[in-house]
């Protein structure tokens, strides 16, 4: 399960209107979500808060052999008024990583739109995010500064201050450009003088404009050119069943003078899919031989199901690697006896209403189940009671006799 500082992230991108399933790092999210999960070790509290629709606040207090906790602030200058911060109205798809079912393609906005003038002076500023962590007893710090700088652009740097880390920290920056069509991204670390490049491309039609370009005149008695080229745009083709995306990227470390490059492919289908949602990859790393291959189906809105087959052409060793995601939803009340009449006067009911307004809030909780050849089980139930949020699961190893138990823990959020 999410923390609260990556779900107020999340909003802060979709509030911005930044893609973040369109980049090569996020070409096997789906694979990932729901076969890589991490189950909770010991015993671990989180209590957060959105104290306004700019600042928000995280402190957690753990147990693993010995008690130690993190402090956690976060700023947004983009205000996320919107955004449910209590855990009890928290949407459980948003926290939970899963099968993502991604959407079309949305052009960005023409960077004009962002302008904004006052007596003839631009008076618009650039979204930003900080974000801040500091664990104890270790007093190590992490920080994130984040800035839209175009509406195609977004600049990421993360920080890590540890006396235990060579050079006592390191810096990773991030230039990210998004043009829908494609993505691009420039890495650098100072650890080792690392550059790299990402680069994605979704082949298939472009997609359409996010604004139209000229509108109808509002006055039906006057025939301007604008509305043969706002009806002309009018006629939108179909849109796209699927998405075909290829992807790689190339990294270098001056100071180690070593380097890595991979490739990846990925097939989804979209929203305007009739059959089941699924998603297929396949990634090769030639230089250490390593080929991924990947198929996630989405078989109801409850279940999804998800494979991975992992082959190395140097050394032929194989894994294969299954897994499950099964939601479940919360009861609902018994009814009162004058439905029936209210059925014959044409009225919806009450619980129906309820269910159109908010179809995916009605969800108790999510089992995630894995298994791989080696005899490894991982098991995890995440859901809510009341006002908390809960994560508990066990890892088990089939083959590993007496200690068959590696790992055990419940993990409880709060927020408000």
């Given at each position: 399960m999410l923390g609260f500082m990556d779900y107020v992230q999340n909003a802060f991108y979709e509030a911005s209107g930044w893609s973040r399933d369109n980049s090569y790092g996020t070409l096997t999210a789906t694979s990932r979500g729901l076969l890589d999960f991490d189950t909770p070790e010991g015993l671990r509290f989180h209590v957060s808060s959105l104290s306004s629709p700019n600042f928000a606040s995280s402190y957690t207090l753990g147990s693993i052999g010995l008690v130690d906790g993190s402090l956690s602030y976060l700023y947004s200058s983009l205000p996320l008024s919107t955004l449910a911060s209590k855990s009890s109205a928290v949407d459980l798809h948003h926290l939970i990583p899963g099968y993502r079912q991604l959407q079309d393609l949305r052009q960005p906005d023409e960077p004009w739109r962002w302008e904004v003038w006052q007596q003839g002076k631009r008076v618009d500023q650039r979204e930003a995010l900080l974000y801040g962590r500091l664990f104890l007893p270790r007093s190590t710090l992490e920080a994130l500064y984040l800035r839209r700088l175009t509406p195609k652009t977004q600049l990421k740097i993360s920080c890590v201050s540890d006396s235990r880390l060579p050079n006592g920290g390191t810096i990773l920056a991030h230039l990210q450009h998004d043009a829908a069509k494609h993505n691009t991204e420039y890495i650098y670390s100072t650890d080792s003088a690392l550059f790299g490049v990402h680069g994605l491309y979704n082949f298939g039609p472009d997609p359409p404009p996010a604004h139209p370009p000229f509108e109808a005149s509002p006055d039906p008695t006057i025939s301007t050119a604008n509305e043969a080229v706002a009806a002309a745009m009018a006629q939108v083709p179909e849109s796209p069943h699927g998405r075909f995306s290829a992807?790689?990227?190339?990294?270098?470390?001056?100071?180690?003078?070593?380097?890595?490059?991979?490739?990846?492919?990925?097939?989804?289908?979209?929203?305007?899919h009739t059959g089941f949602p699924y998603t297929m990859t396949l990634t090769l790393n030639p230089l250490m031989g390593n080929l991924s291959s990947t198929y996630s189906v989405l078989a109801s809105p409850l279940l999804a199901l998800s494979s991975r087959f992992d082959f190395n052409v140097y050394s032929y060793e194989s894994e294969l690697?299954?897994?499950?995601?099964?939601?479940?939803?919360?009861?609902?009340?018994?009814?009162?006896?004058?439905d029936?009449?209210?059925?014959?006067?044409?009225?919806?009911?009450?619980?129906?209403?309820?269910?159109?307004?908010?179809?995916?809030?009605?969800?108790?909780?999510?089992?995630?189940?894995?298994?791989d050849q080696r005899g490894g089980v991982g098991v995890l139930w995440e859901g809510r009671v009341k006002e908390l949020l809960y994560s508990t699961g066990v890892t088990v190893d089939l083959k590993g006799g007496e200690n068959m138990?590696?790992?055990?823990?419940?993990?409880?959020?709060?927020?408000?």
């Open positions: 992807g790689g990227e190339i990294y270098y470390g001056l100071l180690n003078k070593s380097g890595g490059i991979s490739t990846g492919l990925r097939f989804t289908t979209l929203p305007s690697q299954i897994g499950t995601e099964l939601w479940r939803r919360r009861s609902k009340p018994i009814s009162d006896d004058l029936w009449a209210r059925l014959k006067m044409g009225q919806e009911l009450i619980s129906d209403l309820a269910t159109k307004q908010d179809h995916q809030d009605d969800m108790a909780g999510c089992l995630k189940a894995r298994l138990i590696r790992g055990f823990g419940l993990e409880v959020q709060y927020s408000s």
